[in-house]
């Protein structure tokens, strides 16, 4: 069953995508952020394998070249100016429902304990990359925030503004990346902010400094460019009340595959 899922979201293309997910949304049943079409793989998340792992591989399975998709290097002047400082100035925030808010630099989460993971990241545009991914859990740092009540959501807002590759027609409604998850894939052993990718600090174009791992879920959960992480009590505010870039435009909220 939930393979059949994922084969069905790698095969289709984005088109197809976005209307199947419109005919979801119009179901008067299907839930606010937890459509009908995704509560199948979330629930097997949630009650069955609630702390289930991604598969992992073997260095010897590491995709050659990790290809780079949506945007390859944030064009604003904020990320430019710390790309050419070496990120020594980046500091990703944590706010929102957190008892102590955080500044983090990269070197802090370089002294943080760290996770490698050689996970398959799989594209809904049809492609997947095997790749070694390196960086401190989340659980770690949301703890030394401190989560206040209420806390639901995970946000994770990004440097870059995106509108679709131009190749593709897109450039149309460009608006900031950014992402969520809930607390269970939040806390998730293999949920990481990688800095490294098969041994080497991130490049541009594979999210530097550093970005989300969340390894049951698709692509474009896979946050590049983070810059700040909100914990919220809503989605509402965020974008166009979604959840992500991709689902204000019609993908699932929750991509597990
Ligand atoms: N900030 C940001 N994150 C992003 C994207 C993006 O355009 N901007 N694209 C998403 C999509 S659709 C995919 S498949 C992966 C691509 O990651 P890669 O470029 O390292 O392959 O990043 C995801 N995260
Ligand atoms: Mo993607």
């Known amino acids: 069953m939930i393979l059949k899922r994922r084969q069905l979201l ?7 995508m976005l209307s199947g997910c419109d005919a979801l949304t119009r179901n008067p049943g299907a839930k606010a952020i937890v459509s009908a079409g995704e509560q199948a793989t979330y629930r097997w998340h949630r009650l069955v394998g609630r702390d289930g792992l991604a ?4 260095a010897a399975d590491i995709s050659p070249v990790f290809k780079v998709n949506g945007t390859h290097e944030p ?3 904020e990320w430019q100016a ?5 990120f020594a100035d980046w500091r990703l925030k944590v706010s929102g429902l957190v008892s102590r808010e955080l500044a983090m630099s990269l070197a802090d989460l370089h002294r943080l304990p760290q996770r490698t993971q050689i996970t398959r990241h799989d594209c809904v545009e049809g492609w997947s990359a095997i790749g070694q991914w390196t960086g401190p859990q989340l659980a770690p740092i949301l703890k030394a925030a401190g989560l206040r009540d209420g806390a639901r959501y995970i946000v994770f807002l990004c440097a870059d503004d995106y509108g679709g590759e131009a190749s593709k027609g897109g450039l149309q409604s460009t608006s900031r990346y950014y992402e969520s998850v809930d607390l269970v894939d939040a806390f998730h052993p293999q949920t990481i ?5 098969n041994g080497a600090p991130l490049s541009a174009g594979n999210g530097a400094p550093v970005r ?5 879920q698709l692509g ?8 700040h992480i909100v914990v919220a009590e809503s989605l509402a505010p965020f974008g166009s009340g979604k959840g992500g870039y991709w689902p204000d435009r019609g993908y699932e909220w929750y991509a597990g595959t």
Do not use: C, D, I
């Open 212 to 216: 989300l791992r969340v390894e049951r």
């Open 82 to 86: 710390l790309a050419a400082g070496g």
């Open 10 to 16: 790698t095969a289709l293309p984005a088109g197809l």
């Open 193 to 197: 902010l990688a800095h490294s990718l």
């Open 220 to 227: 474009y959960k896979q946050a590049k460019y983070l810059m």
């Open 75 to 77: 064009t604003n002047p």
């Open 55 to 58: 598969r992992e591989f073997g």
